[in-house]
């Protein structure tokens, strides 16, 4: 227990400077104040930065979306299509019933000309 007693200021004065290196050591790998604050300020403008970018892409894609539902709306919808497609059919029976008549007259017209080309 002497021995102890006597060693004590040895053993006190060496604990005290590991504890005080470590302190340091510690200190030393923390961040200060000031750079914590331009850390921070950096890290706002960053993220500034990034939300304008995120708000011009955003607008753009919604003109984009406006533009494509602008043009969907003027797309003709199936019933009218369907419309348009009978429309097409009566109109191409019309036709053809117009080539036979067309086709009879041609007919008579070149059997008169032959006619008076004759006399």
């Known amino acids: ?54 708000e011009a892409e955003f607008s753009t894609l919604n003109d984009r979306t406006t533009r494509m539902e602008t043009r969907l709306e003027a797309i003709p919808d199936r019933k009218t299509i369907d419309d348009l497609c009978r429309r097409v059919d009566e109109v191409h029976g019309d036709v053809r019933e117009l080539t036979g008549s067309m086709d009879q007259v041609a007919t008579q017209l070149r059997l008169l000309l032959q006619h008076h080309l004759e006399k």
């Open 1 to 54: 227990m002497d021995e102890a007693l006597r060693l004590w200021p040895v053993i006190s004065t060496v604990f005290t400077g590991l504890l005080a290196w470590a302190i340091w050591s510690i200190k030393r790998g923390l961040v200060s104040k000031e750079e914590l604050s331009a850390l921070r300020k950096d890290a706002e403008t960053d993220v500034a930065d990034l939300r304008k970018d995120v």
